[in-house]
């Protein structure tokens, strides 16, 4: 999650490195001149009086000037504040959750099962191991997942396994309380709105269909320069959101599908449409 200690220690790296714009630069041509470490780093930790009189450590870029060296700072600092903004229009419900659409697959799937493990849960979602770890642990700090008690895990807890109980080896999730509550906001008219806003690319891809008319992952991931998996598992957590849902027809007539328009195409993909849910969600938007 970005913060704005985050934000604010950036913009004063960047005030103290212009500020002690003379002293970066000597640092930074007396260390080109020197071996060390910092030759293999490319980095050159100093110490700087702030603007306020209070020390800082700041790392500089050994091949930056002074000013780019704040630059850098800037930029990011203002990228972060975007993002912020951005986090602070979504309602608190929906902020601890990664804005990573496996999250979203990975608390549907918990729901269904009551408690898994992020190996089998990559498996089920057909996603990497690692990524399904890593959110997992991260919707754990932020209170969404709960780990299982160590041992014996019972069969009417865990639906992914088929025996009557599951020895617990690895370490198994649930959805907390506050998860619940999360997929419950979800249902409503409000979560799937936030939804949008929540994933940008997601609404990228609602606009897209609710335009355009059916289209499936592949073109979209071509046509949009995306990753083909990323926007395979955005489609799913969408569809699970009830944003869009899969086109059931086996023929796509030219009066449906404005994208890339035919007589009539016979499907051979999973294709996509906008759902009455997903246009309503987009025009209250930009209401």
């Known amino acids: 999650m970005v913060s704005q200690a985050e934000i604010d220690r950036l913009r004063l790296e960047a005030d103290t490195i212009m500020t002690r714009y003379q002293t970066v630069e000597r640092a930074l041509e007396r260390a080109r001149s020197e071996s060390g470490e910092h030759w293999e780093t490319g980095e050159l930790p100093i110490s700087l009086e702030t603007p306020h009189g209070e020390s800082i450590d700041v790392t500089l870029d050994l091949e930056s000037s002074p000013a780019d060296n704040a630059q850098v700072r800037y930029d990011r600092a203002s990228e972060l504040e975007a993002e912020l903004e951005r986090q602070q229009r979504i309602v608190g419900q929906l902020a601890p959750l990664p804005a990573d659409p496996v999250a979203y697959l990975i608390c549907y799937h918990l729901d269904a099962v009551e408690g898994n493990y992020p190996r089998s849960m990559a498996g089920h979602l057909d996603a990497e191991r690692g990524q399904v770890e890593d959110l997992c642990e991260e919707m754990e700090t932020a209170g969404v997942l709960e780990r299982v008690e160590s041992g014996t895990v019972k069969q009417r807890r865990v639906k992914a396994k088929q025996a009557e109980e599951v020895r617990q080896h690895h370490t198994y999730y649930r959805l907390s309380r506050q998860g619940d509550h999360l997929l419950r906001f979800l249902d409503d008219p409000e979560g ?78 999973t294709y996509y449409v906008a759902t009455d849910h997903g246009e309503t969600a987009l025009r209250e938007l930009d209401e």
């Open 192 to 269: 799937k709105r936030n939804v949008l806003r929540h994933l940008p690319d997601g609404k990228t891809l609602v606009e897209r269909l609710a335009r355009g008319g059916p289209d499936y992952p592949r073109m979209t991931a071509e046509e949009l320069e995306m990753g083909f998996e990323y926007v395979r598992h955005l489609y799913r957590a969408l569809r699970q959101v009830g944003l869009v849902t899969e086109y059931e027809g086996s023929t796509i007539k030219a009066s449906e599908r404005k994208l890339k328009p035919k007589d009539e195409t016979h499907r051979k993909h």
